[in-house]
């Protein structure tokens, strides 16, 4: 990858990490000309077209957020099988290392990162978007000391793909919180849980629960109590303590409601931190002028113990004061041979016996162990019993295939055989995961897209139907219903708006009219003028000749009309003159109405034939070649009106 142009524009320079999922790379902008992060996908995640979907359309909503403590987004794209993420290049260290090196972190320090942390999640959960794997790996340290959380909305689609599968648990588990463990629903109070679990490990060096494995760890994490941080440190003043464990609690109910919440009690602690409580508790005062990090340093060389309190112990000297007895000379037995093979026959047989009746009295029947997955807990445990073993319910996980409180896992498996008595391990079910839905109405749809997405929710079915005051583009209603309980993936059916129903209205007829008239008539049929020409014409300057579409064509309210008007300088010999009339009758009546015109004597013939109502005003340009035109206006065959042209 080193050298290779990404996206037409970002130049790899040099690898920065990585992890199961993605490598992380240095790269140059050769566009904008500045240093970016490049985060290219792997591995079978690469090929995971589903994961691929999340990850981008994540990332994408992601990469709205802009805040100075949030690392930002600034592409997202796809070449040929290569998905990347460019992002913020945000050059120092992270959280993690910086333990790691310096061990556990004075109290104001890791509070004041905490509290630049809670900025972060502040921002992001105002957008709805919840981070779901706050870990220090992904806490950045730039040079300044200022606080950057990275991979915002791209944690989403990890930990859909890889964190929930059934009977698995991976990824950051150390800093799930207990909803994460058991496959719940994570909201914004789950991210605050991770938080708490961040600052317990900056404060004593290590987090709240470690264990063989990822499952054993996430249990502790659902089930077991908290160790109080002034336990690992005694020094460690309440007000921080207190901090922690609120953000720890099991119940989310019971945590910090908002990051702004917690942040104002960071805030209150480090008001009223001690000067000696700026420090790591225990650790001795820094030289004036050394910053606590250096004093750190300077302590690990001196040779004592990273992240703990020293104690100041007066050295012991041990003194050996048994007394020395002068060496006792052996006396040489001799013993017969056979008296030392007799004594060994009675030796072999007594040991014998013994040994037979230590197997008579420890042997311990066995027994099948019977299948109980697919059972209601109470049930298992009773054919358990019935068997001789004893059933421990270690855990619970969502299942879509069983019930909520049917075992969904033993261990032993079924059909092992194990001694009666034995401890038969069973997870149990919590039914299916359940999400809930979003209120999405009077939101665009694209939006709408990215809240139901986040939410699980990746299905969504669409109809368009017109609306009069909901605009284009925008959902009109939902179902299921904001707030409904529904299983991940059900399918959510969006009314999306397409604006005001188009009302069919008639083109006015419009030549003969002045620019003005036409103008005024177009605005009074709801339609608008679509361009306008000049022709030389016999019609005098200014009159509308023509027009696209003709009269009486039915066109949606709101259609183009384009105008020819005249520009005068007709051909010789060609006369125009302009016909006005009212049409008599109600505006009741319908009225039929025929012009006819005759030149020099000839035959008549009809220019114009139109229904009107009675009343109103008719405006009609006449244009005729000769000496005399005679023009009649007839209402229903009648005639109304004749004209005489010279």
């Given at each position: ?16 990490g ?13 566009l ?7 985060k290219?996908l ?23 957020l ?18 990347f ?7 120092g ?23 630049q ?23 950045l ?49 789950s ?64 945590r910090?409601a ?30 004036a ?8 340093v ?7 113990p990273e ?21 006792v ?23 014998g ?17 019977p ?31 069983y ?6 896992h ?5 059909d092992?055989?194990?001694?009666t008595g034995?401890?038969?391990?069973l ?29 699980g929710?990746?299905r ?11 605009p ?18 059900t ?11 188009p009302?069919s ?23 608008v ?23 009486e ?92 042209w010279?």
């Amino acid at each position: 990858m080193i050298g290779r142009l990404v996206g037409k524009r970002y130049r790899i320079r040099d690898r920065l990490g990585g992890g199961g999922t993605a490598v992380v790379y240095l790269a140059q902008d050769e566009l904008l000309e500045r240093r970016v992060a490049v985060k290219v996908l792997h591995g079978q995640a690469a090929w995971d077209e589903e994961f691929v979907r999340r990850f981008r359309r994540e990332a994408q909503a992601a990469a709205g957020l802009s805040h100075p403590n949030i690392v930002s987004i600034y592409d997202v794209g796809q070449e040929d099988d290569l998905h990347f993420i460019v992002m913020e290049y945000v050059p120092g260290t992270n959280l993690k290392a910086l333990i790691k090196e310096q061990g556990r972190l004075a109290p104001a320090r890791a509070l004041t990162f905490a509290a630049q942390v809670c900025d972060a999640l502040q921002h992001a959960h105002r957008h709805r978007i919840v981070h779901r794997d706050i870990k220090p790996h992904n806490i950045l340290i730039d040079g300044e000391g200022r606080v950057k959380v990275a991979d915002f909305g791209i944690a989403r689609a990890v930990t859909s793909a890889t964190v929930t599968q059934p009977g698995t648990i991976v990824g950051s588990v150390q800093y799930f919180s207990p909803e994460q463990a058991r496959g719940g629903i994570t909201t914004e109070r789950s991210d605050l849980y991770s938080l708490g679990v961040v600052l317990y490990e900056m404060l004593t060096g290590q987090v709240p629960f470690s264990g063989d494995g990822p499952i054993t760890i996430a249990l502790k994490h659902v089930q077991e109590p908290v160790r109080p941080p002034r336990e690992l440190v005694p020094g460690l003043p309440r007000e921080v303590e207190r901090i922690v464990l609120r953000a720890l609690r099991k119940s989310q109910r019971e945590r910090y409601a908002s990051a702004a919440e917690m942040k104002a009690d960071i805030n209150a602690a480090l008001a009223t931190l001690p000067a000696q409580a700026r420090r790591a508790p225990g650790a001795e005062a820094p030289p004036a002028g050394l910053e606590a990090p250096a004093a750190e340093v300077l302590a690990r060389q001196r040779g004592e113990p990273e992240g703990l309190p020293q104690r100041n112990e007066p050295p012991t000297e041990v003194v050996d004061t048994m007394p020395r007895s002068a060496p006792v000379r052996r006396r040489r037995r001799w013993v017969r041979p056979a008296l030392w093979l007799a004594f060994l026959a009675l030796l072999g047989v007594g040991i014998g016996y013994a040994v037979n009746l230590a197997l008579d009295w420890l042997e311990v029947p066995e027994v099948r162990v019977p299948r109980v997955v697919g059972l209601p807990a109470a049930e298992a445990s009773r054919l358990l019993e019935e068997a001789g073993l004893k059933g421990s319910v270690v855990g619970q996980q969502h299942s879509d295939e069983y019930p909520v409180g049917v075992v969904m896992h033993q261990e032993p498996a079924p059909d092992e055989v194990v001694r009666t008595g034995r401890t038969i391990s069973l997870v149990l079910s919590y039914g299916p995961r359940m999400v809930e839905v979003p209120d999405v109405v009077n939101q665009p749809l694209r939006q709408a897209e990215i809240l139901l997405e986040a939410a699980g929710l990746t299905r969504v079915q669409e109809v368009s139907r017109y609306h009069e005051t909901v605009p284009e583009g925008y959902v009109i209603n939902q179902a299921p219903g904001a707030g409904a309980l529904v299983r991940v993936d059900t399918v959510v059916q969006l009314e999306v708006s397409l604006g005001p129903e188009p009302r069919s209205v008639a083109v006015p007829r419009l030549v003969g009219l002045t620019l003005a008239e036409a103008r005024e008539r177009l605005g009074g049929a709801d339609l608008v003028e679509g361009g306008l020409t000049e022709e030389a014409s016999v019609a005098p300057k200014g009159t509308v000749i023509d027009q696209d579409p003709p009269a009486e064509t039915v066109v949606v309210a709101g259609s183009p009309v384009r105008l020819v008007v005249s520009a005068g300088g007709g051909p010789a010999g060609v006369k125009q003159a302009v016909l006005s009339f009212r049409v008599p009758g109600t505006p009741q009546e319908a009225v039929d109405v025929r012009v006819t015109l005759a030149t020099d004597g000839g035959e008549p013939r009809v220019i114009y034939q139109q229904t009107h109502r009675g009343g109103e005003l008719v405006r009609q340009l006449v244009t005729w070649e000769g000496q005399h035109a005679l023009v009649r206006v007839y209402a229903n065959d009648r005639l109304v009106d004749e004209r005489e042209w010279r």
